[in-house]
């Protein structure tokens, strides 16, 4: 009888921990396939407003790369070598004159090129801005005193310069390669027919370690824009949300109108270039900036994902 009872017993708690086992299993592999989902359709979410924004704004990068090539032409050679060069003083009258010689397409040439590369680091960017905003608040919160605490523009600006660094080492293959093919000409040693060929190349020619030749300077130039640029945003959209300034929010949501708005301010601030082609830099990067934010918050809500930057 004893035997029985252990036999019994010994049963019972096997079956006991079997079961435990399977829900156990069952509460973890929902909730990863859950998170799996989400982290894809916060990529896509960043992706797609990476390729808006810069579709949006590609006849000004069209404009601003002739302007720089002119300018490196005449540093190199003593004269500029498009003789249409003139014809580029001035945004208004350069995007006309390229409308006249080459059309609509003119206008768009190489955005294939640059949303190549842009869609990824502009998906990289705000999924890691997301996980570093909960991770840097996870931590704050830690500190006795702050359990109750939200993330104030100083996180925000960690986060997003988390984030910058992320990205830009993430794709700065891409940014390097592209760099190469823009100032490359036909006596160029290397000729580079397109930004696969060119990875390639440098990959078998020069090694890995090629690939990340200057990143370190262009990590430090990242590091205050893309964070300023993501606190400004985030601060100020969550300050009408809270303040409610002239009926600007209702129901806790701001329009698109507020939010572009939102992103052209964060688009100002952190700016700055030294080379030929500011005018059309600037006027590209605050409309960029404004709606790559929008795009990717209106993406979001419509692939349904939970989180919410400023969480």
């Known amino acids: 009888m004893a035997s029985e009872d252990v036999v019994g017993k010994t049963s019972a708690t096997i079956a006991n921990l079997a079961e435990e086992a399977k829900i156990a299993s069952e509460g973890v592999k929902a909730p990863s396939r859950h998170a799996l989902l989400s982290i894809c359709k916060s990529l896509v979410a960043g992706g797609v407003a990476g390729g808006v924004s810069r579709t949006a704004v590609a006849p000004l990068e069209r404009l601003k790369i002739l302007l720089q090539v002119d300018h490196l032409s005449f540093c ?6 498009n003789p249409h060069a003139i014809k580029y003083n001035g945004t208004i009258q350069g995007l006309k004159y390229i409308w006249r010689t080459e059309g609509f397409r003119g206008l768009f040439k190489g955005n294939g090129t640059n949303c190549a590369r842009i869609v990824p680091n502009s998906a990289v960017k705000f999924f890691s801005y997301e996980e570093a905003s909960k991770g840097i608040l996870w931590l ?12 104030t523009p100083v996180l925000r600006l960690g986060a997003g310069a988390c984030a910058g660094i992320i990205a830009m080492s993430a794709t700065y293959p891409m940014d390097l390669v592209r760099g190469r093919i823009t ?4 006596k160029s040693s290397t000729q580079y027919r397109g930004i696969t060929h060119a990875l390639r190349t440098v990959l ?3 090694g890995p370690r090629a690939l990340y030749k200057g990143w370190l300077p262009s990590v430090i130039g990242v590091i205050p824009y893309v964070g300023l640029n993501f606190a400004v945003y985030e601060s100020l959209k969550d300050w ?3 303040s409610r300034p002239y009926g600007l929010a209702e129901d806790a949501e701001l329009s698109v109108v507020t939010k572009l708005a939102c992103g052209a301010a964060a688009g100002t601030v952190g700016f700055g270039a030294l080379y030929k082609g500011l005018v059309p830099n600037s006027v590209k990067v605050v409309p960029s900036i404004a709606i790559a934010f929008v795009s990717y918050e209106v993406v979001k809500d419509l692939l349904g ?5 400023s969480d």
């Open 76 to 81: 190199f050679h003593g004269q500029v070598q």
């Open 140 to 151: 704050y919160r830690q500190q006795p005193g702050n359990e109750d605490a939200e993330l």
């Open 183 to 186: 100032v490359q000409t036909d």
């Open 204 to 206: 078998r020619e020069e």
């Open 240 to 242: 009408l949300i809270k």
């Open 305 to 309: 994902v939970e989180m919410r930057i």
